[in-house]
């Protein structure tokens, strides 16, 4: 084989020099993992999830990648992730299964065939207790179950550690004869609540590991602890030789204190938050038959009549009961400036009131709403494994099959000097340099980047971003929303004062419109409360909007030529004579300027590609500083996309919905204005403050990022190497390396979060 030619593992995929897989376990996994028999209905336990009913319930209709979510209940390693997912290879129907190890579940994709019961069945099979999640569902509440059942294993390790430290302590005094066979019987009696309790978990790791040949830390934990028990017991029926009951059950205890520790912050520091940052113990008036009482934000339900006050957040979306309001849209288009909307509106979840307060009724729960679908696919996708999380999972299988080859290869070579010394320090060093750390590193200081990233302003889809954003040599930017403030301002009308009644009819066909064309004359003209009604009204877009005003025909339509070149301009037609015509312009944002100057000494190219009139684009790159050899205008989204993709390591930064081709064709998406869901089905990121900054906290954000991501990875092979060492060497013993087994996660969390400050 021609070792110069660089191929991928067919397990992992990551890069090897001509090999099939890049390690044993790999290989292992890929080749010797086998389809699991299909139980009958009446022999599965989960027969039940395959009726009609079941299916609907928990099926998330709104993902693309999977649809349907398992909390897997024991998830604590690398080796889990990697056993789960090659469910497709356990299960034929199952088309994809993807880890989010932050969350602990596993979402799947299974085919309309597929059994839901065959795919629990599987999971169950592998050693996790599954638990579908419905979309509704709240993942907190399995972590409160799951912890429950942790704190019940260490409180009877614990108990059973320290009563047997009670009894030992007077046979290590001198203690001899018949009190002290009875003694170390009582001790026997409190080991078996660890022996056929705490311990379970070991267990079905331990099998795993020997059933799928899996390399994990179970398999010699539940050696050494069966061992010491088993020699105990013997020396016990001898009443002749030592007693490690003590020891090892102290050995336990630690053990399992320390993945609680890790399972602890796991959830604290990468489980989905959020939709609590969003509204955190936020409460809302609901008003009930005239009176007026208070709700939590979660407890809104479609029909309810809330009463929104000044600087609350909309807890769902719903349709506005007051005539006028204002409104802080910048979570949905990334601008500071209030839009005024009608009554009869919809509004959306995460919409601020501006206004002393507001009536709104509910139309959906929190969990149906735009933010809500969106927020919860975000946390979904969230810790998608990037390039480097990959390659820690990867070390951290290497680790474990070096640490293990190490500690055998010790114990055979040593055992002729010293059995018991060969055992014990093998065992320490196999718990000390156990790679948890390792594994966990990687996700920790992605899910703290997220939540500093949102606290920024910037929601991002994914954790891979953060990488690629790195990589950028090239940046297009849209025109209007991105370089511009993308807010529409009224500059003159034809006539200069346009008479009340002729306002009133203006605003009253674009009450319910959400074109800027409209927001920007509701904002003008918001002195006219009292809008005169109109009927047959009918929208179309790029076009107008057209309807009947007290037996007149009204039509509002776009210019398709202005006499201001840089202008925006609208006419006004009354029964098909035209009676106004009003012009606007989209002012140059006060940061564009210095931003383009700042990436272009970064030496990032920086292009300008709009829709707009060239002469238009040409004034705004003139006003950036954007060389007319990379500015165009009057583009449609097609030609975008194809001046785009004649670059490498590109950025495209513009609207959500009209640059969609161009943002999923560069190698970072941003969108800075639209809708945020329909933004995040073609970007990469969300931008949900006005400006350019967002992207200087990006670009610093991502480096920030790197830095904590190495600094980490150091902390954990130093830690492993010089543990490891030490451990070999006789100065850790297996109870000492228990204890220490939570430090180098411990260094690695306050590594993250100082490094996240």
């Not at 679908?373 to 990959?390: E, R, Y």
């Not at 009450?511 to 109109?534: D, G, M, Q, T």
């Not at 609208?570 to 931003?595: H, M, N, P, Q």
């Amino acid at each position: 084989m021609d070792l110069n030619v660089a191929t991928n593992c067919n397990y992992c995929g990551i890069p090897t020099q001509g090999d099939a897989y890049c390690c044993r376990a790999c290989e292992i996994l890929d080749t010797q993992v086998k389809e699991m028999p299909v139980l009958a209905v009446a022999q599965n336990p989960f027969s039940y999830l395959d009726q009609p009913e079941f299916r609907d319930l928990y099926r998330h209709k709104n993902q693309d990648d999977f649809n349907f979510l398992f909390f897997a209940e024991g998830l604590h390693c690398s080796s889990c992730v990697h056993l789960l997912e090659k469910l497709p290879q356990f299960y034929e129907h199952v088309e994809k299964a993807r880890v989010n190890f932050g969350q602990s579940t596993v979402a799947v994709k299974i085919s309309d065939a597929g059994s839901l019961a065959q795919t629990a069945h599987v999971i169950q099979e592998l050693g996790y207790k599954p638990t579908l999640l419905s979309p509704q569902d709240n993942i907190v509440e399995k972590y409160k179950k799951e912890n429950r059942t942790h704190l019940k294993r260490i409180a009877v390790a614990g108990f059973c550690a320290g009563n047997t430290m009670l009894f030992v302590i007077p046979v290590y005094a001198g203690l001899a004869g018949t009190w002290a066979h009875i003694f170390n019987f009582l001790s026997f009696l409190l080991f078996l609540p660890i022996l056929f309790y705490s311990a379970i978990p070991f267990y079905k790791g331990a099998w795993n590991s020997l059933k799928y040949q899996v390399v994990n830390v179970d398999l010699p934990i539940t050696v050494a602890m069966l061992s010491g028990f088993a020699l105990s017991t013997v020396n016990l029926v001898k009443q002749d030789g030592a007693i490690y009951y003590d020891s090892t059950a102290s050995f336990m205890f630690f053990i399992l204190s320390a993945r609680y520790l890790l399972k602890r912050v796991q959830q604290n520091y990468l489980s989905p938050t959020r939709v609590q940052s969003f509204f955190k113990t936020e409460k809302y008036i609901l008003v009930e038959d005239g009176e007026e009482k208070s709700i939590p934000w979660s407890s809104a339900k479609p029909g309810d009549l809330l009463k929104i006050q000044r600087h609350q957040t909309l807890p769902t979306d719903s349709l506005l009961e007051s005539s006028q309001a204002n409104l802080d849209m910048s979570l949905f288009n990334g601008e500071s400036l209030p839009k005024i909307f009608s009554r009869g509106m919809s509004l959306f979840a995460g919409t601020k009131v501006l206004d002393e307060s507001i009536l709104i009724r509910v139309k959906v729960p929190f969990t149906e709403s735009k933010l809500g679908i969106l927020l919860k696919q975000l946390d979904q996708n969230a810790l998608q494994k990037s390039h480097f999380i990959t390659l820690s999972d990867k070390l951290a299988q290497k680790l474990i099959v070096t640490v293990f080859s190490i500690a055998l290869l010790f114990f055979f070579l040593y055992m002729s000097v010293n059995p018991t010394e060969a055992f014990n320090r093998s065992l320490a060093l196999i718990v000390l340099a156990c790679p948890c750390a390792l594994a966990f590193g990687s996700p920790l200081t992605f899910g703290l980047a997220l939540k500093k990233a949102q606290k920024l302003g910037i929601l991002l889809k994914d954790a891979t971003s953060l990488e690629r954003i790195l990589k950028v040599r090239h940046i297009f930017f849209d025109k209007t929303g991105t370089l511009t403030e993308g807010n529409l301002q009224i500059s003159h009308s034809e006539p200069s004062n346009i008479p009340e009644d002729l306002k009133r009819a203006i605003l009253g066909l674009e009450a319910a419109s959400y074109h800027p064309v409209a927001f920007a004359l509701r904002k003008a003209w918001a002195h006219n409360s009292e809008l005169i009604e109109a009927s047959n009204v009918q929208e179309t877009l790029g076009r107008g909007v057209h309807g009947d005003i007290q037996g007149c025909h009204y039509e509002i339509r776009h210019l398709a030529e202005s006499t201001h070149e840089v202008e925006t301009g609208i006419e006004v037609l009354k029964d098909g004579t035209s009676v106004a015509r009003i012009y606007f312009i989209d002012a140059l944002r006060g940061d564009s300027r210095s931003s383009v100057q700042s990436l272009q000494r970064q030496n990032i190219e920086c292009f300008l590609l709009s829709g707009d009139k060239k002469t238009r684009a040409q004034q705004a790159a003139d006003a950036c500083g954007i060389s007319r050899e990379n500015t165009y205008g009057e583009l449609f989204p097609e030609d975008k996309k194809a001046i785009l993709e004649k670059y490498t390591d590109t950025c495209m930064i513009g609207d959500g919905a009209n640059d969609s081709l161009s943002l999923q064709s560069a190698d970072v998406g941003i969108a800075v204005k639209g809708s945020v869901d329909l933004s995040l089905q073609s970007a990469d990121i969300y931008f949900m403050r006005g400006g350019l900054s967002p992207l200087f906290d990006l670009m610093n954000l991502a480096k920030q990022t790197r830095r904590v991501l190495v600094r980490n990875l150091t902390i954990s092979l130093v830690y492993n190497t010089l543990g490891g060492t030490l451990a070999l060497m006789g100065f850790i013993n297996p109870m000492m390396a228990a204890i220490l087994m939570p430090l180098s996660s411990l260094a690695i969390i306050l590594s993250s979060l100082w490094g996240f400050r």
